[in-house]
């Protein structure tokens, strides 16, 4: 069955530096998108992509985040200047023709 | 505003017994709605659906919901609950915006007790 998948399954980081959450979303899907779950909180959205560009972001995707699908297969999720308060599970998810989403096993992100 | 909101931080019941996970919505429309469960350390997995016909939807491991229009609510059923089915639960609303964002429930841990 296929599946989402997400590398790195935890990163840990410095204040200030970047870094960049990959995905390999389901090869037939067309929408894309990123989550995070900060610990013991509420699965938040971020971003949303289609046909190549962003369709949607909410106010947590502020100038320091971007995404990109470089190459066809790959949907990445770069935070430039991290904070401690990006420290959250982020979670790639995609969807198909039909409107549920399915979502990778997450990239846990700790900032120091 | 669309939202969603699950009254219930846990819920325990006993192995074998039926259990409800509650979960009311706000939209202007009609619903889209969604039940995912996350197993710790797993990403969410995709339970079942509500977009229209049936009020009852069956979805994956025996697990359903029931959709109820006039009280805006979509609780999880199961008749007979497994100690494997401990999990956090969190209902969602598809957005009718074109992008299809999800809106979470801020989640209900289910205990299933021997």
């Known amino acids: 069955e296929p599946e989402v998948t997400q590398t790195p399954s935890h990163q840990v980081t410095q204040m200030g530096q970047e870094v960049i959450l990959h995905c390999v979303p389901i090869s037939n899907h067309l929408y894309f998108y990123w989550y995070r779950q900060i610990l013991g909180q509420k699965v938040e959205f971020l971003v949303s992509f289609y046909n190549n560009e962003i369709s949607e972001k909410s106010e947590i995707f502020d100038d320091q985040f971007s995404v990109e699908r470089p190459d066809g297969s790959n949907f990445t999720l770069k935070i430039r200047s991290t904070k401690l308060e990006d420290s959250a599970m982020y979670f790639c998810?995609?969807?198909?023709?039909?409107?549920?989403?399915?979502f990778g096993p997450g990239t846990r992100l700790t900032v120091t | 505003a669309q939202s969603v909101a699950q009254p219930e931080d846990q819920v325990n019941v006993a192995e074998g017994n039926p259990l409800t996970v509650k979960c009311t919505y706000s939209?202007?429309?009609?619903?889209?709605l969604f039940w995912y469960v996350q197993y710790p350390n797993r990403g969410l997995q995709f339970l079942l659906k509500y977009i229209t016909g049936d009020n009852l939807v069956k979805g994956s491991y025996g697990f359903e919901a029931e959709f109820n229009k006039s009280q805006t609510s979509f609780h999880l059923k199961k008749p007979s609950a497994l100690v494997s089915d401990s999990a956090l639960y969190f209902c969602a609303l598809y957005s009718p915006s074109n992008t299809g964002k999800l809106i979470f429930g801020q989640g209900t841990t289910l205990q299933v007790k021997p």
């Open positions: 998810a995609s969807r198909g023709p039909t409107y549920e989403q399915y």
């Open positions: 939209v202007s429309g009609n619903p889209y």
